[in-house]
Antibody, heavy 120, light 111 residues
């Protein structure tokens, strides 16, 4: 079955750029049936959708983060990535990658999540 | 786009039914039949339990059901079991500019 796995540094300094990668196994990021999203959850708080990418490179970002977010896809590696610039402590969160079924507009498969702490 | 409003906590006894509300606006919940619900156990990733307001993914118990009226969606858990004690989040499609907005989350306690 399809599985997603996040990877990247668990500690990022303030003002630097957070970079995470999601590796897709058991399926293809090039499938036209899905969008590939990043979602985060600060400790003890609710989920926040960050943005998505389609295999063709089409992206859509949460307006509240749009100026700092870049999501990209590398189909040859079956991966997609997140970059969030100029981070502050408010960006400390568990970051999840997730597959969105475009036919149903729901996140049907999630990675296990990776905790990223912003601290000097 | 503000988060959808959910009650912070809901409780019930084993075997009872409980309902969790998810209140949005005419720009999200009220405009689209694209509300989904997620169950999240501590330290785990969310799991999809309801999509398109009322539909259950394969393998999800039929004790979970969804509905919607106006700007408010609801998740009902019937025959409450100890394993249902955890956090639940709603999510709604909200249009092309901000496609997804999540709820504030509800902690379900089985008494």
């Amino acid at each position: 079955q399809v599985q997603l796995q996040e990877s990247g540094p668990g500690l990022v300094k303030p003002s630097e750029t957070l970079s995470l990668t999601c590796t897709v196994s058991g399926g293809s990021v090039s499938s036209g049936s899905y969008y590939w999203s990043w979602i985060r959850q600060p400790p003890g708080k609710e989920l926040e959708w960050i943005g998505y990418i389609y295999y063709s490179g089409i992206t859509n970002y949460n307006p509240s983060l749009k100026s700092r977010v870049t999501i990209s896809v590398v189909t040859s590696k079956n991966q997609f990535s997140l970059k969030l610039s100029s981070v502050t402590a408010a960006d400390t969160a568990v970051y999840y990658c997730a597959r969105e079924d475009s036919a149903h507009d729901a996140f049907d498969i999630w990675g296990q999540g990776t905790m990223v702490t912003v601290s000097s | 786009q503000s988060a959808l409003t959910q009650p912070a906590s809901v409780s019930g006894s084993p075997g009872q039914s409980i309902t969790i509300s998810c209140t949005g606006t005419s720009s999200d919940v009220g405009s689209y039949n694209l509300v989904s619900w997620y169950q999240q156990h501590p330290g785990k990733a969310p799991k999809l339990i309801i999509y398109e307001v009322t539909k259950r993914p394969s393998g999800v118990s039929n004790r979970f059901s969804g509905s919607k009226s106006g700007n408010t969606a609801s998740l009902t858990i019937s025959g409450l079991q100890a394993e249902d004690e955890t956090d639940y989040y709603c999510c709604s499609y909200a249009g092309r500019s901000t496609p997804y907005v999540f709820g504030t989350g509800t902690k379900v306690t089985v008494l």
